[in-house]
């Protein structure tokens, strides 16, 4: 069974940084892309940014771009999310969400969440 | 950008019934990367279809997709009392990923 478990989520000020975590399991973590995914309170979800197996395609969503970096450790099975500069429009319950194969942006496993809010 | 506009916002129905969902893409879909996905409360989204018409594992058949271009719909054929969420059309094809605002089907 897939299992996606989401921890680092917190509140913190705006121009704060935090680092989320993933661990995988239930799968070969090395053959599948990755993904965090956002969703705010009554909204939609939102793709915030991708990575494809080997770490050589990774794309962000105009709203975080040069402020979060998505990285993964295929050793550990763990995907992270490193956010800088937070603000206060980047609260969400951020998952982690596995991609369908190596390099596919069709996401089929979602984890819990982890809430973040940014505020004063 | 592709945008997806679902409609209608809400949809009204009793169990049993059929559900047609829509989903509209502001321009021509050139793949057939369209996914469905349903999200009940205080739950994730999860897979329903993707490639416009494939029932991920697991999903009953009474859920099935269609459509082409830019216009795409999803079908529960009978409504079963676990079915009413929220469901999310999202097009996969290129980057940013976008998802369409929602349909909720609600008793």
């Known amino acids: 069974e897939v299992q996606l478990v989401e921890s680092g989520g917190d509140l913190i000020q705006p121009g704060g940084s935090l680092r989320l975590s993933c661990s995988a399991s239930?799968?070969?973590?090395?053959?599948?892309?990755m993904n965090w995914v956002r969703q705010a309170p009554g909204m939609g979800p939102e793709c915030v940014a991708f990575?494809?197996?080997?770490?050589?395609?990774?794309h962000y969503a105009d709203s975080v771009r040069g402020r979060f970096t998505i990285s993964r450790d295929n050793d550990r099975s763990s995907l992270y999310l490193q956010m800088n500069s937070l603000r206060v429009e980047d609260t969400a319950l951020y998952y982690c969400a596995k991609g369908h194969s190596s390099g596919s942006w069709l996401i089929d496993h979602w984890g819990q969440g982890t809430l973040v809010t940014v505020s004063s | 950008e592709i945008v997806l506009t679902q409609s209608p916002g809400t949809l009204s129905l009793s169990p049993g019934e059929r559900a047609t969902l829509s989903c509209r893409a502001s321009?021509?879909?050139?793949?057939?990367?369209l996914a469905w996905f349903q999200q009940k409360s205080g739950q994730p989204p999860r897979l329903l279809i993707y490639e416009i018409s494939i029932r991920a594992t697991g999903i009953p058949d009474r859920f099935s997709g269609s459509g082409s271009g830019t216009d795409f719909s999803l079908t529960i054929s009978r409504l079963e009392p676990e079915d009413f969420a929220v469901y999310y059309c999202q097009y996969y094809g290129e980057s940013p990923r976008t998802f369409g605002q929602g349909t909720k089907v609600e008793v």
């Open positions: 321009q021509g879909v050139s793949t057939n990367y």
């Open positions: 239930g799968f070969t973590f090395s053959s599948h892309s």
């Open positions: 990575i494809n197996s080997g770490s050589t395609a990774i």
